[in-house]
Structure formats: C-alpha cells, structure tokens
C-alpha cells in the first residue's frame, strides 16, 4: 500500500477510522435459549450485573466492539464463571453446546473481518525502530536519536500496536528534526580521509585526577582523594606537592609505572576521568587502558578504616570496572566493562562515540562516600587496609574508518568533490558554489559538497538512496515528488548539500519509510520481510532479506525458517531481547525509582548491581532462544545468569568477574526463572515498599496471561506502614473484607504473597525493614553511613490460589504454576504475537496458536522452537 500526499504531517490522516454501523444477524443455534435460561436473571435491563444486559445485545460480529462482548460471554462461560456457583448450574452437555455454538459463529465472523481488514493496524515506525533504521541506513550505530523523539503509546503492553502510535504535529516536527541531524552526522567530517591518531593520556596529566590530591573544602577526607603509585608503592612527597606529579617523556621507564590511585568508585566529589580527552568526532574508537588493583593500609589506632594513601602494595583481588563516556555535565553513558587485575594489564575496547565525549572509569564495586550522622566509614576496609584501583594510562586509536569517505556519506554524496567549508571552491562559473546571502542558514563546520550539475547529480543520488530507504519496490518516477525540494532549496541559494539534506529529510518522513505499509490478506514478500526484520532486529531488512523478497522467495517455509535462524544469530538480535524485554518485563522502567538511601543503604548508589541486574534477565531470555529451551524456564530454572555482584546479591557461592556467566542454582535455591530475577522485583516495586497487589498483578499478566480487571475508582490504595506495626498482608486482608474488593484480590494477591520473601531489589529477606524507633541493623551502606533501619515483622510468604490450591513460599508456587507448563507456553506465544504482528492474539487465532503449542510439545515448548512456528504461522504471514 502506497500513500499520496502533499506533506508530511497530512500522515496523520491514516490512522483514522470511521463510524461502523451495527448490522444485527440471528443469535448462533441454541444462544438465546440458553442465555434465557442461565443468564438474563442477573444481566437484564434493571439489574446489569458486571455493566451487561444480555436483554439487548444483539449479535452483530461484524462489529468489533459487538465481537468482543460476545468473546467475554464466550470465555466465561467456557470457564465455568457463569453462571455463578451460587446459581444454578446448567448440564455440562448444555454449556459445551453453548460454547460449541457460540465459538463457532465467532470463529465464521472473525475470520471474514480479518481476510477483508487484517489482523493488525496500520502502524508508523515506533521510535526504537525509527532509530534502528537510521543507524543502519546511515551505517551510524553511535546515532541517539530516540530520546529526541516523543514517547510511543502502549497497547496490549507493547510500543508496537497501530492503534496507539497516532502521528500528531509535534511528532512530525521531532521526527523531521531527528532525520536532519542524523543526516548530519554521517557527512565526512574532512575533505580527506585523516591519518589514523593513537594517542595517549597519562593519568598524571589529567587535572581530574591529580586535582583531587590537594585537599579542599569539598575534599578533606583520604577517601575521598586520589592517590600518586609508582609501580606498587606510595610516592608521599608527590602526593604532597613537594616533588613533580611525573617525570614526563624525559624517563619512559619511569612514566609508564606512574599511576593514580582511588579506594572510592566515581561519584561526586571525586569522579576521575580522562579529561584531556575529548572525541574529535561521532565515530568509532579503540580504547586501550593500563590498570592494575592495590592494598591501601590503614591508618594507626582506632580509626584504622581510614586508608593510609602513602601505604600501597600490590593489591589481593580483581576489582570490576565500567567505562562510562561522559557528556559534560554527567551526561553518562556505558560503553564497556573489564575486571582490573593485581598484576598491570592492558585493557582494550572497541566503542562508538559521540563528539565531544570523555571518558570515565567508575571502580563499580568500591564505596561512594556520603555524608550522614556520622562520619562515612568504607564498608570494605579491613583492620589491615581496604582494596584500590589505579590507572596509569588510557590510549586511543581513531576514529577508525573502514572506508573513505563514511559509509554513510557515500549514501548520501557518492564521490562527489569536498572541500573545507571555509575553502572557496573549485569549478567554473557555471558550478553550484557556497557564496552566503542574507538570511541563509548557516551550515556547521565540515565539509561542502561540490556539484558541476546539481539536478542531474541530485536525481542520481536520489534514486539510489529511495531504492536503499524504501523497504519494497520504488518506481522508476518515485524521485520526481523529491526533485521540488531540491530545486527550491538552490533557488533559496543554498549549498548543494543542503538542499540534498531537506530532500533526504523528507524521505526519511515520508510514510514509505516511516510506516509499515500492509493490505489484508497473505503478506507479499515485501511486507514479509520487514515484519521478520522489525520482529527480530527491531530494524529494518537487510540486503538479503530484499534480495530474497525481490526474488519472491522468503515466503517459501525453509526459506524462511534459514532466514529466521539467521536473524537471530545476528548480534542484531540483541535489539529484539532488549526491546521485547523493555515492555513485556517492563525492564525500561527499572531506573525510575531509586532504592530508599534510609531503608536500601546497602543498595543505594550502588549502580553495579543496578547495571548487572538489569543485564540478568536480557542474558537470561537469549540463553533460552539460543539454547531452545522450555518455555517452563520463565517460571523456574535450574541455573541463573550472574556475575560477582549478583551472586552475593542473591546469596550464592561467588562467581569471580563483572561479566555474566551461567552458573548452576542448587537445588533448594528460590532463584531460577523470571519471577526472582533483581530486575523483576525491581520493576514490580518502588524504592521503599514491596506490593503483593503489583506483583501478584504482574505474574497473572506477564507470566499466565491473564489481565486483571482495575481497581474500583472509590477505593483508596493501600498505604504501607513504613514503622513495621503492621505487615502488608494485614492491611490487605481488611482490605479484602470490601465485596468490591475480595473479588479481585483473592486471585491477584496470593501470587504476590510468594514474592515477598524479596525485597524491593530482590535481596532475600525473612523480616520487613522499617523506619523509627528499634534497634538498628547491623552494617554499613554503599555510602559509608551505618545502617539505619531495624528489622520489624517477619514475612509470610504463603497463601492459596483461586482455585484452592495453598503453597508456604515461591518454591511451591512455582510447582503450582507449572502444573500447566502449557499455559506459560501459550501466554509467551501470545507476547510474541503482539511483539511481532502488532496486535494481539483474537479469538480467530486461538486455534492456530493451539497448532503452534501442539507443534513445539515435543522439544517441551522450545522458546526458539516457539519463534520458529509463530514465523511460518498464519498470524505471521498473514496482516
């Protein structure tokens, strides 16, 4: 499907629908006779119990909304909630015509609306594919585009649904403006291709890292300053500024050995970087960093947890590292990791960066001093010394270019002649040239580039760059609705770039690129291809996936099962777990609330474990695709992905390393699976209280597929009592003596229950933290400041399920849950779906997701096996 318009923003018009009239038919055989025997008592025209009068409904499927009250009555009855069990119950041969009956009209209707309409709805790009999209084109994975644009709209949970991504003024606005500056950023930065620069900064000369040695008001205390180490011992004169800070180029032994010393990680006051740094431009970089861990001694006497700067010695164990590049002011953002050895070693990786970045090492599992009632007391000093980190150097080698010009500006320029735009350009009178008028834009330092012919060279190029955005067939005379753009930029007596720039721009906002075009019916080749690329890149199609689909052979089913497993051994495939995570998990929200610095000391600041808890459950999902297994895993597994932190995190014997390894549970251990993963527990609490009502709600809807209905308007939250006097179990059950209530809770809460032996960033607790008057615990926080909470009641982490079925702790309720490992199959087929098509899964399609299920039983519902038949399914293939 293609779209004709004169502007942008007239895009907004597709994504509306009009009024559709009720065209009533006679009920299915048997409906209204059951309906008045069992039903109409209660949902008539007075009594509307549940807002609902069978009275009046007429069956009319052909309209959606009509389809889905018939679907509800289907399904409850189906499931024996109605009639209620305080009614009288018709015979089970009577319900199963009913439902028989009922579900086969259905299935009639809803089929004809989806071959005349489609399954899914029109839809333009969401912003993690609008980015995904640029950087490919462009060959610019370092653009950050998708914070520039607004946020998506949510259905079903996802950022993929037609319905809920609306195309406003304002959005097309940001959207243009995002394409200009990714444009930009991939022109060449030079008219030539630069020598390849290796340079390196010496800590001893970066005034981040020696400035701290002086002390100031901001900075009194050892902990808090760095440290000059030469080789493994102390340097007190340099330290006290009464020797040089390094003996310079003149002794290249002896600077090589010069380092800078810290027992604190990066966090104001103290944060030490490589400023001297600074990425000349957007590209890609070598980093190389020569480190090594130290042993700090102690001061004399009592206070022996102040570290002795002037005592160093080797150090006793690996230290993890994260490399931040830093955006002036602490615009952070994580680039890489390594673990810091006793012995020196080098460090190399490979990053893309922005311009003007530095880069900032953060020591991750080393205190971060704060101020408090007392003063801070590092909570990893020892009588005998605490652990250091100390770097020496930092190298860099870039930017590195593969080709010249970029990748990104061929696309855009070809081999089309450049020049400084301060040079004055080559040609003869007739060539396009760079002369400024009054009010024109003024371009940004760089290049300019030359043409001799410019509508000839624009055409050229704009048909070339249409065949590489559009994700289908261009006609030959597409160029021709862009060509006006150019012209009227050179009338404007602009450069040529800059009117190739507006035309590109708009092709980046035009609907071919910024929706995804699909008519009802079997998908073309085309169409196939982008929704496999989207689902499991999150980007566009390939160049073998184009190719396939122009030769009409994606659609073929080995075809598109090699595709399939192509696609996800890409690294490319990354982006889907991410994405997918980020709102089926809702692991995008983890960062929003930080842990309570009164109650969470242990855990505020401490963003190693905030980094590798969330990097869990993403190691965790692609295990499971790229090993197939059992979709049961979600529920429970019998190994975690962890590393260091979390291992101590979640009581585990200690697995050496920042990177995650997958590591054996034992066999009583309540980890394993989705449910007790620190990312989850996160999401499904706030930085002070854990919530049975959230989390009890999350596992009926992320985990068994069942959406909870939302809390009656007139009833307050329940608030919890931050004194301990009372347990949240307590407050819920006077909760539930509401009949309003009851209803609802005694389904969502007793899952919860189980999930309160966690606390609100999954640490194992038997007792509640609480505020106020009591003894206080034991400890001291990632800050320094002794604990300031005390254990009050202890938790109950048992309860009954709707259907009887009673467990003592997550343990049993995970047996429970997986007493029907289907149902945890079918509920990720249905994630997936919506994932993948961008709707949800409609009664038409339970029956092929029955086929799918039934498919995949023998491998015990493979999560890559699960893919694989969702792929080749009708859901898929069809819109």
Not at 55 to 68: G, V, W
Not at 317 to 346: M, N
Not at 786 to 809: I, K, M, N, Q, T
Request: with cysteine; hydrophobic share 40%.
């Amino acid at each position: 499907m293609r779209f004709r318009m004169s502007n942008a923003i007239g895009l907004a018009g597709i994504m509306l629908v009009g009024p559709v009239s009720l065209v009533a038919a006679p009920p299915p055989d048997g409906v209204d006779r059951f309906l008045e025997a069992h039903c109409r008592d209660c949902h008539d025209a007075d009594t509307r119990k549940g807002d609902l009068d069978l009275t009046s409904l007429l069956f009319a499927p052909s309209s959606a909304e009509n389809f889905d009250r018939w679907v509800r009555v289907h399904d409850r009855v189906r499931a024996g909630e109605m009639p209620p069990e305080r009614k009288a119950r018709p015979e089970a041969g009577e319900t199963e015509a009913f439902v028989r009956s009922l579900g086969d009209a259905l299935l009639a209707a809803g089929k004809t609306r989806v071959a005349s309409e489609g399954r899914s709805t029109q839809r333009r790009l969401n912003r993690y594919e609008y980015e995904n999209a640029l950087r490919d084109l462009l060959q610019a994975p370092w653009l950050q585009i998708r914070d520039t644009l607004p946020e998506d709209g949510e259905a079903y949970r996802f950022n993929k649904v037609g319905e809920a991504l609306d195309i406003s003024h304002v959005q097309m606005a940001r959207y243009l403006s995002a394409a200009d500056h990714a444009l930009r950023q991939v022109m060449a930065p030079y008219p030539e291709r630069p020598a390849v620069n290796v340079r390196r900064y010496y800590a001893r000369e970066q005034g981040s890292y020696t400035g701290p040695m002086k002390f100031s008001e901001f900075n009194t205390a050892p902990e808090r300053a760095t440290f000059p180490v030469l080789g493994f011992a102390g340097q007190p004169a340099v330290r006290r500024g009464e020797a040089p800070l390094t003996v310079g180029a003149e002794d290249p032994e002896t600077r090589e050995l010069e380092g800078v010393g810290v027992v604190a990680g990066a966090y104001e006051p103290i944060e030490p970087k490589f400023n001297q740094f600074r990425a000349p431009v957007a590209g890609r970089y070598r980093l190389r960093f020569n480190a090594h861990t130290v042993w700090v001694g102690p001061s004399e006497g009592k206070r022996w947890y102040i570290p002795n700067l002037d005592d160093i010695s080797r150090g006793r164990r690996d230290e993890p590292v994260i490399i931040t590049a830093e955006t002036p002011p602490r615009l952070l953002r994580t680039i890489g990791q390594f673990d810091v050895t006793p012995e020196p070693a080098v460090h190399e990786l490979e990053v893309w960066l922005l311009a003007g970045e530095m880069i900032r090492p953060d020591p991750g599992r080393l205190f971060r001093s704060r101020p408090g009632r007392s003063r801070w007391q590092n909570p990893l000093a020892e009588e005998d010394g605490q652990p250091g980190v100390v770097f020496r150097w930092m190298e860099v080698e870039g930017p590195l270019y593969d080709e010249w010009p970029p990748a990104g500006h061929a696309l855009l320029f070809g081999d089309l002649p450049m020049v400084r735009r301060s040079d004055p350009q080559p040609g003869n009178d007739g060539a396009q040239r760079n002369r400024p008028r009054r009010g024109r834009r003024v371009a940004p330092p760089g290049v300019e580039v030359v043409s001799e012919n410019p509508l000839v060279d624009a055409e050229r190029l704009l048909r070339r760059f249409l065949n590489q955005a559009c994700r289908g067939p261009v006609p030959d005379t597409e160029w021709t609705r862009f060509l006006p753009v150019v012209q009227a930029a050179l009338d404007r007596d602009d450069s040529f770039d800059e009117a190739m720039i507006a035309a590109y721009t708009a092709v980046l906002c035009s609907p071919d690129f910024l929706c995804l075009p699909e008519l009802p019916g079997r998908l073309d080749d085309f169409a196939l291809a982008s929704r496999l690329a989207f689902f499991l890149w999150n980007s566009p199609p390939d160049a073998t996936l184009r190719t396939l689909a122009a030769r009409g052979k994606l659609h073929e089913p080995e075809v598109l099962r090699r595709e399939t497993d192509r696609l996800l051994a890409d690294p490319r495939s990354e982006r889907f777990i991410d994405a997918f995570l980020d709102y089926w998990l809702d692991l995008r929200k983890m960062t929003v609330t930080a842990p309570d610095a009164g109650l969470y000391p242990d855990y505020y600041l401490d963003d190693l474990l905030t980094e590798s808890a969330l990097a869990e459950p993403r190691r965790f999902f692609a295990e499971l695709v790229r090993e197939d297994l059992p979709a049961r895993h979600i529920v429970d597994s019998d190994f975690a992905m962890v590393n260091e932190r979390l291992a101590v995190h979640y009581g585990l014997p200690a697995k050496p390393g920042i990177a995650l390894q997958r590591t054996e549970l034992p066999a009583d251990s309540p980890r394993g699976g989705l449910m007790t993963q620190a990312a989850v527990l996160k999401v499904t609490a706030n930085g002070t209280t854990t919530s049975p009502v959230l989390r009890g709600a999350w596992i009926m809807e992320r985990i068994l597929g069942e959406k909870p209905p939302p809390p009656p308007p007139s009833v307050p939250a329940v608030e919890p009592d931050l004194r301990g006097a009372t347990t949240i179990r307590q407050q819920l059950e006077q909760h539930r003596t509401l009949p309003s209530c009851n209803t609802c809770h005694a389904k969502i809460d007793p899952p919860g229950f189980a999930l309160e032996n966690f606390d609100v960033l999954g640490g194992w607790r038997d007792r509640y933290r609480a505020e106020g008057e009591g003894e206080p615990a034991p400890g001291l926080g990632k800050g320094g400041q002794r604990f300031d909470f005390h254990y009050a009641l202890p938790v109950d982490a048992s309860g009954e399920l709707a259907d009887g079925r009673s467990f003592r702790d997550v343990r049993e309720l995970k047996a429970l849950l997986l007493s029907d490992e289907t149902r945890i199959a079918r509920n990720l087929v249905g994630q997936l779906t919506v994932y993948a098509t961008g709707a949800p899964v409609g009664f038409v399609d339970r029956p092929v997701v029955e086929r799918i299920l039934a498919a995949t039983r023998p491998s015990g519902h493979g999560v890559r096996s699960l893919i694989h038949e969702l792929v080749q399914s009708e859901i898929f293939l069809m819109k």
